[in-house]
């Protein structure tokens, strides 16, 4: 009897042990500053009464500040409200679950902040002010949620076999981020930031390729930055000073920027910029260093039919024969394509007293930084189906002086972004290295057969595919520029005037007195776009701070419709004065016979004459 007394007994105590770590989970709020271990009866710092352990909730709620005491403490969800505060001092705060943060986590450098055990989020948008190393360890993964910020002095580790999802920003301002064994890290949104000051360690993997993300290395010190999967980075920013190098190709789908005193040294690596129908990289706004001669520069081009393009190259070093890969090309016996029965399909322009096209007739030459081309666009002799042309060499950057014309009123430049970014033609003319130039531009529109101009005295006033565009001009672009008045023109390309809109996006709301005309045949993809502005101050004779001259198209095929200034000046761009009636010769020529049109577009919105009337002086 005494015997099976004796084991029921025991079997009863197991049974009670088993129960009790199975159901024994307390949530624990904060009902007064304190110690993490204080239970006083009078004053304590939880309710109910007692010491969070693992397996129990906590919340601190707002005003509330707790300390750890005297021992690392550990529990599944933590939450810190608002206003509230959780101080590890220099001991381990180690959670298994969920970590909500909107109030304060601090503490000395000693001790660590860990997550373990269970698949958890972090969220929040309070602060870790804590030095103290930041573990992810063994056992499941961790999601940081968009809005997260943490910035620490010591290092992240995840480790093996776990996986850190960040949409938020993480910031080690003295140290870096440990990828242990097949410990992964994924900045997964637009949202997210991963920021290091040294060479990231261990052998697991780095996955910077979701849109929009940013790496950045930071730190004065001289480093090698990660290879990460793909080799592919989004948006890269290298900053602090010292060479940060890359030890294997890299392929850049976003933004790369090289900051002050820094240098990005690629060595013999290929380093990509790519470009697709979904965007295309870019390098920003960067007063560092850039080394090596293995990059290229990509220009995604839609399909289309074949015309002329105004195009220009981002790369010191890039040779036409490289865009002879991806383009049909005739240029000489030499180059891939060879010569079309003595028919050119690119051409430069002498900027010189010359003011005459020049044939490009070979492919092995280098292409000047800053000149830009007027070249037949197609993949075949007949078509120009989507493709990617590559620019190769090394990335222009800092400042590129423009090759003008001399000093001949009139006179025209053919000249180019010489960056792989867009530019933008405002920062450009208001700078003051910028001199003698009208504050007009032209680039060959394909949808009219016929040079666009972008007005930036009168955006609203611009034509074409530059209409509404904020003069932003992409990486590639080649475009005319006129000198104003007879004295030698200045232009230098600075990073300043570099953009972060890869193309013009900025929209300009409609605009009033500003009447658009355009002469086009429906058989035909050949038209001319025309614009007059009603301005107080203008002058019925040629102004070249309102006034854009004529340009003849190259298709000898396409109508011309231009207003004539009192002077006898064809124009594109017009503006004339306010006053009781007002005659304005127009002037339409026809390449080939047929039934044309014209179309106005702002009529209702001419507030400053009443009547518009157009007359037919030929014929009646």
């Known amino acids: 009897l005494n015997s099976f007394q004796h084991l029921s007994f025991i079997l009863i105590l197991i049974c009670g042990l088993m129960t009790s770590n199975s159901f024994a989970q307390t949530n624990y709020v904060s009902v007064a500053s304190g110690a993490w271990n204080n239970t006083s009866t009078v004053t304590p710092t939880w309710t109910p009464n007692g010491i969070p352990v693992a397996g129990d909730n906590v919340t601190i709620v707002t005003g509330h500040t707790i300390t750890m005491g005297s021992n690392s403490r550990q529990c599944d969800n933590l939450t810190i409200n608002l206003g509230g505060t959780l101080n590890k ?105 991963l920021s290091v000051t040294a060479a990231m360690t261990g052998t697991g993997t780095l996955d910077a390729s979701a849109a929009d993300n940013t790496v950045i290395y930071a730190g004065a010190g001289s480093y090698t930055i990660k290879t990460p999967s793909a080799s592919t980075y989004h948006n890269l920013t290298l900053q602090g000073g010292g060479t940060k190098t890359a030890a294997a ?4 789908n976003g933004r790369l920027s090289v900051e002050a005193s820094t240098t990005l040294a690629t060595g013999t690596q290929t380093i990509t910029l790519t470009s697709n129908a979904a965007g295309t990289a870019s390098i920003g706004n960067s007063s560092g260093t850039i080394t090596g001669t293995n990059w290229i520069v990509q220009r995604y081009i839609g399909a289309s039919t074949t015309n002329w393009n105004d195009l220009s190259t981002p790369i010191n070093g890039n040779l036409m024969s490289d865009w002879d890969v991806e383009l049909k090309m005739s240029l000489c016996g030499g180059c891939p394509d060879g010569l079309a029965g003595g028919w050119y399909s690119v051409y430069s322009w002498d900027e010189t007293a010359v003011q005459d096209w020049a044939a490009v007739q070979s492919c092995c030459g280098a292409l000047p930084v800053t000149r830009g081309y007027e070249l037949w666009l197609g993949t075949s002799a007949s078509a120009l189906s989507a493709t990617t042309m590559d620019s190769r060499g090394t990335p222009n950057f800092g400042n590129q002086v423009a090759l003008l014309a001399g000093a001949g009123a009139g006179y025209w430049s053919l000249i180019g972004n010489p960056y792989a970014s867009a530019i933008s033609w405002p920062l450009i003319y208001d700078d003051a290295s910028t001199t003698n130039l009208t ?76 009447l658009r005309m355009r002469l086009y045949s429906d058989g035909r993809k050949n038209a001319c776009e025309s614009v007059i502005k009603i301005q107080d101050d203008a002058s019925e004779y040629f102004d070249a701070t309102t006034d854009f001259s004529y340009r003849k198209s190259r298709d000898t095929l396409k109508p ?27 002037t339409a020529t026809f390449g080939i016979a047929g039934e044309y049109k014209i179309d106005f577009s702002g009529v209702n919105r001419i507030f400053k004459y009443t009547t518009i009337i157009l007359e037919d002086t030929e014929t009646g």
């Open 89 to 193: 001092a220099g001991y381990n705060i180690t959670m298994h679950k969920d970590f909500t943060i909107n109030g304060t986590l601090s503490g000395t450098t000693s001790g660590s902040v860990q997550f373990s055990t269970n698949a958890k989020t972090i969220s929040g948008t309070g602060s870790v002010t804590t030095g103290a190393p930041c573990i992810f360890n063994a056992g499941a993964s961790t999601t940081i949620a968009a809005g997260v910020a943490i910035s620490k002095g010591s290092y992240f580790r995840v480790a093996t076999g776990v996986t850190v999802t960040n949409n938020g920003s993480i910031t080690s301002t003295n140290n870096t981020l440990d990828l242990v064994g097949t410990g992964t890290w994924i900045n997964a949104a637009s949202t997210s930031t």
């Open 249 to 252: 190709d890299l392929t850049i």
């Open 439 to 514: 504050n007009f531009f032209q680039v060959y529109d394909e949808g009219l057969s016929d040079y666009a101009v972008y007005d930036g005295g009168t955006p609203g006033s611009s034509t074409g595919q530059l209409f509404g565009s904020g003069g932003i001009m992409a990486a590639h672009q080649g475009f005319w520029v006129e000198n104003a008045n007879g004295t030698a023109p200045a232009l230098t390309f600075k990073e300043s005037h570099k953009s972060t809109t890869p193309r013009p996006l900025v929209r300009e709301t409609f605009p009033t007195d500003i």
């Open 560 to 586: 011309s419709l231009t207003p004539v200034t009192a002077d006898n000046r064809k124009v594109r761009i017009k503006a004339v004065p306010v006053q009781p009636t007002l005659s304005v010769p127009v």
